[in-house]
């Protein structure tokens, strides 16, 4: 009895010393199933909305008109474009074509207006929208902060032709902006800070400004939020299936919340989990 | 002589500069300055531009010798590869231009999922930390671990339609310790960025302008 009783606690011992000392490759293995199966064959778990996206729908529902300008800041990177952008992307500049809004286009990131150009503008149903008269890509300005500025100062100055070279005098909606001060809503498309779109519209012009962002800069955003200096902004990919729900346009947001799901949820038991395996490991050494 | 025209002319036309702009952001001035404020701006554009150039430049700096001089045949392949690939998409967006097939062929198969995949390889680059650094060492250390769990379990979509309470605790700890220590990082940072350009404006910080050793 007493060498099974020791058998027993050396077989219990072996196995916790192998799930201690387990390879992390299984870890990753483990990721890659829980993020894979949820596309092949989804499982459609409910969504909850958030407050900043909520209030971003609110304030375009109720505050943006046919004929409304908005103008987009574009900064986005292709390699964020899939899983961080595009759902939120889609599902807000889709609002605005349906509610009629004009859209101007510009961009302070150097793959972004290849983005809109090859991404963006061709997804969206437009209705009977008209290039150059209801939505417009003027392409690529470095200098960051200070193209923004120059831009809401006199827009002449800055851009004289679109992305597609044709000069803005032909573009029959380049003429109705001059400033800063002629645009309804300002939005900025980032993974970056928003001082630089708060100080040159927000502070400089009053302009209400809103935000399509990664979801890893929503900490760095609520402060503004809080503040009322953002009217609300879609947080990476769950903000985008959010927005999804809230416009009734469904689309690869709402396709992908169940792989953010099991993501999440597998971190989160990870992080339990390995603490407990290293507890178990620091008695057994002790031991 | 020397010094007058290597350290305090930059300094002067800093400070003046600074003047300037900082007032056009904060006053109505004539249209006189505000025109050269505007010119200012899109001169600053321009240069901006030229940093691309300069970045373009510093990868062929990094890239050739590594052709010439690498011992390991990968790394000369990958430095060329690199640089044949570079040149092809710069002639392709000068001639033809950006919105031509052949440039966004190039976007579009090449850059878009390499880009992807890479930003993706993210996903196990966290799990790997999450192994390995989130261990309780000290109170610091778990209050960090405690509030991770709270979040990205939170952030879970599916989560919180069926525990409307856990988005109660994920969304105080967002609104209440993260603002306020964001808060408080970004008026150290604003507060850190006045000071900076006060200095500059009375030729204190002399650092751009002035070399090493002087």
Known sequence: ?287 | MSNLIRNQLPLTIISIILIVIFTDYFLALPPSISNFVSGLQQWIVILAAFALVLGAFNIVKIHLPKIRKSKEISNKLLSAWLLVIMTITIIFGLTLGTTSSPYTFIFSNMLSPISTSVWSIMAFYFCGAVIRTFRPRNLESIVLIISTFLVASGNAPAVTPYLPWYENIKTWIMDVPNVSGMRGMIIATGIGVLFTGVKMLFQVERRSTVGVGE
């Open chain 1, 1 to 287: 009895m007493e060498s099974s009783g020791v058998i027993m606690s050396n077989n219990k011992e072996n196995w916790l010393l192998r799930l201690v000392n387990l390879d992390q490759r299984y870890y990753y293995l483990a990721l890659i199933i829980l993020l894979v199966t949820p596309i092949i064959r989804p499982i459609g778990l409910p969504i909850l909305v958030t407050a900043p996206t909520k209030d971003f729908y609110q304030y375009v529902n109720n505050n943006i008109q046919e004929n409304d300008k908005i103008l987009i800041w574009g900064g986005m990177s292709v390699g964020f474009w899939p899983t961080e952008y595009k759902p939120g992307v889609i599902a807000a500049v889709q609002h605005f074509f349906d509610i009629g809004a004009k859209i101007y286009w510009i961009s302070d990131a150097t793959e972004d207006p290849v983005i809109c150009d090859q991404y963006v503008f061709p997804t969206i149903r437009k209705g009977s929208a008209v290039y150059g008269v209801n939505y417009v890509n003027l392409g690529y300005y470095s200098g960051g902060e200070m193209a923004m500025s120059a831009f809401a100062k006199d827009i002449s100055s800055l851009v004289t032709q679109d992305y597609y070279r044709t000069p803005v005098n032909q573009l029959p909606m380049m003429r109705e902006v001059s400033d800063a001060n002629d645009f309804d809503f300002v939005i900025h498309i980032t993974g970056s800070p928003p001082e630089w779109l708060l100080r040159q519209y927000n502070s400089a012009y009053g302009k209400d400004c809103g935000f399509i962002s990664i979801s890893g800069m929503m900490g760095i955003y609520l402060p503004y939020y809080a503040s009322g200096q953002l009217v609300g902004f879609i947080n990476g990919l769950r903000g985008g299936a959010e927005y999804e729900t809230l416009t009734g346009n469904p689309g690869i947001g709402l396709a992908s919340t169940d792989t953010v799901s099991t993501g999440h949820i597998f971190f989160s038991f990870l992080i339990v989990f390995t603490n407990v395996l290293y507890l178990i490991k620091r008695r057994l050494n002790k031991q």
